[in-house]
């Protein structure tokens, strides 16, 4: 039920296009452990984050030296609910830029904010000038927005570390990037990110809430991921597969309307079967693409959701085993 509950407020807040989920410190720790090598002289741009209030400034920020940062960039839309300043001073847009000469300054103060002339939108002329001039964008951004977003990542050829919605693999636009190898998962998803602070107009129900030591409140969906085209040993590693399909036809079922079988678990994956499997969207996460090739989406021959005695399992993605196809089994 909490889990429900907690999902519900996710859908409510893209129907409301209400975005106010804060990342927390732990959980970009957790996840930027892996990429430090990445940093070294680059521009990062944080353009949904108060340099005030944003954990993920509050990251680059402390650890300036020792990622080895030429700059820090964090703009903000001027709507922010969290906002504990006076609104009224900000009524547009801000960003703030941090530097080595910042020395051990790292919060900002209301006269260190530059004022957009506008408000601040990640979209807007004055915030893609901004990102012009950065290398790797690490934000939380609005998941109401997540499409256009990501194009416009895309579109400007940055890197990027972004959080988003599990579903978010399903969009098109996203999944056409998965497949070609030009954006992949990070190494946090689920319950591996452990929750998001969010206002405190905000209803809390069931054990997936909390509030924190500092009084925050807590959300935990469990639902999310990171979404990055910053390289990882991790998304190298081959899964390891243990199962077998000859001798266990049974287990793997063929699809109605495509040439392939199904697969309920990436663990099931077995290791003698050369044609096409539909794994779950969560094989993602542990996609090595030097051992598998992704081949569509969803859909069969006919292009209609893939079927199983006239029913459809959950989604699927279709792959084939890269090393198989020149190995005699």
Same mark, same amino acid.
């Given at each position: 039920m909490a889990r429900k509950v907690q999902? =519900? %407020?996710?859908?409510? =807040?893209?129907?409301?296009? *209400?975005?106010?989920?804060?990342? $927390?410190?732990?959980?970009i720790e957790s996840e930027l452990q892996h990429y430090k090598n990445h940093f070294k002289g680059k521009v990062v741009f944080c353009n949904c984050d108060d340099p005030r209030i944003s954990?993920?400034? @509050?990251?680059? =920020?402390?650890?300036?030296?020792?990622?080895?940062?030429?700059?820090?960039?964090?703009a903000c839309y001027r709507k922010q609910e969290m906002n504990p300043f006076n609104a009224e001073e900000f009524k547009n847009g801000f960003f703030y830029e941090y530097t080595s000469e910042e020395g051990e300054k790292i919060k900002p103060s209301s006269t260190d904010i530059i004022h957009f002339k506008g408000d601040g939108d990640f979209r807007s002329a004055e915030s893609i000038e901004l990102l012009k001039q950065s290398d790797i964008v690490v934000t939380n951004p609005p998941f109401s927005l997540f499409r256009d977003y990501v194009d416009q990542l895309v579109t400007y050829n940055k890197k990027f570390?972004?959080?988003?919605?599990?579903? =978010?693999?399903?969009?098109?636009?996203?999944?056409?990037?998965?497949?070609?190898n030009k954006?992949? +998962?990070?190494?946090?998803?689920?319950?591996?990110v452990s929750g998001f602070i969010v206002p405190e107009y905000y209803e809390l129900y069931g054990t997936e809430t909390r509030i924190d030591s500092f009084g925050n409140k807590i959300v935990s969906p469990n639902n999310c991921l990171w979404l990055t085209n910053l390289d990882t040993s991790k998304r190298h590693e081959d899964i390891t597969l243990t199962k077998r399909y000859f001798g266990n036809e049974i287990e793997y079922p063929q699809y109605d @309307?495509?040439?392939?079988?199904?697969? @309920?678990?990436?663990?099931?994956?077995?290791?003698?079967?050369?044609?096409?499997?539909?794994?779950?969207?969560?094989?993602?996460?542990?996609?090595?693409?030097? $051992?598998?090739?992704?081949?569509?989406?969803?859909?069969? *021959?006919?292009?209609?959701? +893939?079927?199983?005695?006239?029913?459809?399992?959950?989604?699927?993605?279709?792959?084939?085993?890269?090393? %198989? $196809?020149?190995?005699i089994i």
């Open positions: 999902h =519900a %407020l996710l859908r409510k =807040a893209k129907i409301n296009k *209400n975005d106010e989920f804060y990342t $927390q410190l732990s959980d954990n993920f400034f @509050n990251y680059f =920020a402390l650890n300036f030296k020792e990622l080895g940062l030429r700059k820090l960039i964090a570390l972004i959080i988003g919605n599990i579903n =978010a693999i399903t969009y098109k636009e996203v999944f056409k990037l998965i497949k070609e954006v992949w +998962l990070g190494i946090r998803l689920g319950r591996g @309307n495509y040439d392939g079988i199904n697969v @309920n678990k990436t663990k099931n994956i077995p290791l003698d079967y050369k044609g096409f499997m539909g794994v779950p969207i969560t094989f993602l996460h542990k996609f090595n693409p030097e $051992q598998f090739e992704i081949i569509k989406f969803r859909k069969g *021959n006919d292009e209609k959701d +893939l079927s199983i005695n006239g029913r459809c399992p959950y989604f699927r993605i279709l792959i084939r085993n890269k090393r %198989l $196809q020149t190995k």
